[in-house]
């Protein structure tokens, strides 16, 4: 069972030729199994992001170094994808930190590539019939200005931005948390 908490709706702030768009989402899941069990489900990051919606993919680049890779698409044909370098630091049972990293190797995508900032934390707790996993993922992205919208006002691209992170927010943590409530039952079961 998952239970959402929390959604802090986006900002937006307009630079350039760059929006900047933050968001954050907690969540609450439910699992009828020992803490240990979710702490190991948990600990294979990559097999958790790959559930994202838009996830391209997920992948480790060095030890406890990840690199996710977001796709989009601007609604023009255009082709876009956010890069998020993480660092993970585990405390055993406990808790798994998730923390931007900047040493991620070279990318070579086609499109418009853009790097972002991605913090997440996996908390875990250990209830009498189960665990509960609190899930809090912080996102920070600069998204280059597509240039058929380098006209259009400030206030609208805000808006715009606005809506829009808010709605990707929203389907990616509705689809994330679906994803991970089948899949850890999945998982969970060829592990027993």
């Known amino acids: 069972m998952s239970v959402p908490r929390q959604f802090r709706a986006p900002a937006l ?6 929006i900047d768009l933050g968001g954050q989402a907690v969540h609450i899941f439910r699992f009828d199994t020992p803490v240990a069990t979710a702490y190991e489900y948990f600990c294979d990051v990559p097999a958790i992001f790959r559930l994202l919606p838009d996830s391209l993919d ?6 406890d170094r990840y690199r996710l890779v977001v796709g989009a698409t601007d609604g023009h044909g255009h082709n876009m ?25 070279p990318y070579d995508l086609n499109g418009v590539i853009f790097p972002g900032k991605l913090s997440a934390e996996a ?33 609208f691209l805000q808006a715009l931005g606005e809506r829009t992170m808010e ?8 689809g ?17």
């Not at 993922?137 to 400030?154: A, E, H, K, Q, R």
């Not at 709605?167 to 509705?174: A, E």
Request: charged content about 15%.
């Open 81 to 105: 994808a956010a890069i998020f370098d993480l660092h993970a630091h585990h405390e055993p049972g406990q808790a798994i930190h998730l923390l931007p990293a900047s040493d991620g190797p």
């Open 13 to 18: 702030q307009v630079r350039g030729r760059y």
């Open 167 to 174: 709605y990707k927010m929203t389907q990616m943590v509705g």
């Open 176 to 192: 994330f948390t679906r994803g991970i409530s089948a899949d850890f039952h999945a998982w969970a079961g060829v592990a027993e």
């Open 58 to 63: 997920c992948y480790s680049y060095a030890p």
């Open 123 to 155: 908390n875990f707790q250990p209830e009498s019939n189960g665990t509960t996993v609190e899930y809090i993922v912080d996102i920070d992205l600069s998204i280059p200005v597509p240039g058929f919208l380098n006209l259009m006002p400030t206030s």
